[in-house]
């Protein structure tokens, strides 16, 4: 009884931290999320699996992982819906920041050491492995319920997918004893997804630009 207390005292301050990062001005990101992961895991004496032989085994499945989520956004970008939406996503600035700083360790690390090392390890300890990862990932996937909302995106969708994400980064992580496997995944996704992004919103603005060249010339 005591472990699923805990179990959901910290579930429940996660989900309390995802709506505070919402108000934390977008300058001191990623620092306050890379903090608040890494002191989740150390409370929670979570395993991180950073050190061989444990390395070595998440970086094979995490390689494995990351490869299969480029080709599934390199496959998934050219689709009508799929462009559109990114065509329309508010992307944060500047573009450098955000891939090289906030992406991996303001949501990678910070939520891989908070979901999978932290919440992770606890849920395991109070409802088994199947149990763990199955109230983890809902964890997981309410968390980006504040997200969703301030994007103007599918609530419900939104909780689904993230959801499911979270079921196969805990999966990795547990099949590989390494933090290091679903990072890999993790920031393949996340990456992939923002630079698909960042690529259309530039070569839609390119196609405006032709347009109106286009329009004055044909004006005159």
């Known amino acids: 009884m005591r472990d699923k207390l805990r179990a959901a005292a910290l579930a429940a301050v996660l ?12 300058r001191w990101h990623p620092i306050p999320h890379a903090a608040f992961g890494t002191a989740a895991a150390v409370l929670a004496r979570g395993s991180l699996g950073l050190r061989p032989p ?16 480029l080709l599934g956004v390199a496959a998934a970008t050219p689709i009508p819906p799929v462009r559109d939406g990114m065509a329309e996503r508010r992307l944060p600035a500047p ?18 050491a908070a979901y999978r090392a932290a919440l992770g390890t606890v849920a395991t300890r109070a409802f088994g492995v199947s149990g763990g990862r199955l109230f983890a990932a809902a964890t997981f996937g309410l968390s980006h319920v504040s997200d969703a909302r301030a994007a103007g995106e599918s609530v ?4 689904l997918i993230t959801g499911a994400a ?55």
Do not use: C
């Open 156 to 159: 419900p969708g939104t909780v």
């Open 166 to 220: 979270g079921w196969i980064f805990g999966w990795l992580y547990s099949k590989s004893g390494s933090l290091a496997a679903p990072m890999l995944a993790h920031l393949a996704v996340n990456e992939a997804g923002a630079v698909a992004a960042l690529a259309v919103q530039r070569r839609g603005e390119r196609s405006d630009g032709r347009e109106g060249r286009g329009e004055r010339s044909d004006g005159r």
């Open 54 to 69: 444990a390395l070595g085994a998440g970086l094979r499945w995490g390689g494995a992982a990351a490869a299969t989520a």
């Open 15 to 26: 989900l309390g931290w995802s709506t505070v990062t919402l108000r934390i001005p977008a």
């Open 95 to 112: 573009a450098g920041r955000w891939l090289l700083l906030r992406i991996p360790l303001g949501t990678v690390w910070a939520e891989e």
